[in-house]
């Protein structure tokens, strides 16, 4: 059966990694099997400059009726402050697609372990993920007030919200090490009260997990003092913001990073609606057109999307181990201290894939 992908290439290097992962995509399917339809949609500082919006109504309908959803990059300099932003796309779909769960990966490359800011004894085997909450929070709730000399913001969660976003943290768990570090700042948020008795309330039903908690300020700490301790990290949408933009330096490039954004599954009971995959860098302008992007993190959104969304583990399995051949071999982007072209380094990937029986 053949799946429709919708891609939004954004803005900025947006473009030129979208293509290099669809290259991408295409040959790992050649040797798969793998049968899909690409719908490419306008996204972004891309859509506001056609229609006025980051979000148009076309995008979305696609995106709701996709089966799967790759995203680029968005934001541009000129929309820095404007009323309508990028950005605003970005945090609406998430709401309309129903994307609570936030996974970013964090590995540590042996090849590249000298670009980390830690000692290499420190990120030698770092693999954990973090699983941030996506849809609540501080970052949705009302009331929300801005006058010259008052602000508000309101941090709203719901039993049920911490309690999807913990089963799917413990459930992961399981797949790995078995451990599940949840963090929060129960010593002072009644937010953080509620989340911490939710998370041990859904513990009981995970007898074979090892659950531990962190205060979001000692997490901070230990994500640099001693990162090969966690496992699957599970928290809140503001604290998960923080603390994932902080993991990812941890590699010694953003353009190393993927992620995926899950609800609730397609074809599930409720219906359900497409995952998201993305890069976590942003849209680079300052070498957008320059052909010296790193396209690595938007492959590797792509093989996380044949993996967790269609269960295609071989494909997901063939690029990773491509990317991984290429990044031992040195052929590696300005960012990585290399001076490989975007069109090289996807080059490199596509050809180790199809040297594959």
């Known amino acids: 059966m053949t799946k429709k992908i919708v891609t939004l290439a954004g803005d900025g290097i ?35 400059d056609v229609f006025g919006e980051p979000l148009p109504a076309k995008t979305l309908n696609a995106a709701k009726n996709a089966d799967a959803v790759l995203l680029a990059a968005i934001g541009a300099p000129k929309y820095e402050n404007a009323k309508i932003r990028p ?53 949705f709730g009302e009331p929300r007030v801005l006058e010259a000399e008052h602000a508000v913001d309101t941090n709203v969660y719901s039993a049920d919200e911490i309690r999807r976003i913990a089963t799917y943290a413990f459930e992961l ?47 901070a700490m230990i994500l640099i003092t001693d990162p090969k301790r966690f496992d699957v990290i599970v928290t809140e949408n503001l604290f998960g913001d923080i603390l994932s933009d902080e993991a990812s330096v941890l590699p010694g490039s953003l353009g190393l990073m993927p992620s995926a954004s899950h609800g609730a599954r397609k074809g599930s009971a409720g219906g359900g609606n497409p995952s998201l995959y993305e890069p976590i860098h942003g849209s680079a302008p300052d070498i957008a057109g320059k052909g010296i992007a790193n396209p690595l993190a938007m ?59």
């Open 14 to 48: 947006g473009p030129e990694i979208m293509d290099a992962g669809l290259k991408v995509l295409e040959a790992v399917a050649k040797k798969t099997g793998f049968d899909y339809e690409i719908d490419a949609q306008p996204f972004g500082g891309a859509a506001i």
């Open 87 to 139: 950005e605003q796309g970005l945090l609406a779909i998430r709401k309309e697609l129903g994307l609570f769960a936030n996974i970013r990966p964090i590995r540590v490359h042996p090849a590249l372990s000298h670009l980390s800011p830690l000692k290499v004894d420190k990120v030698k085997g770092i693999d954990f993920v973090i699983v941030r909450e996506l849809t609540g929070g501080i970052y």
């Open 173 to 219: 768990a399981r797949t790995r090490r078995r451990k599940v570090t949840s963090v929060d700042k129960q010593n002072v948020l009644a937010t953080s009260k509620l989340w911490r008795n939710v998370v041990e309330d859904v513990h009981k039903n995970y007898p074979d997990v090892t659950l531990e908690h962190q205060l979001v300020d000692s997490c």
């Open 299 to 357: 492959i590797l959104s792509v093989a996380m999307m044949l993996g967790q969304s269609f269960g295609d583990l071989t494909a997901q399995k063939l690029i990773e181990s491509a990317t991984d051949s290429v990044l031992t071999s040195g052929i590696l982007t300005p960012d990585l201290g290399g001076n490989a072209s975007t069109e090289e380094v996807t080059g490199a990937v596509v050809q180790w894939l199809m040297s594959k029986e």
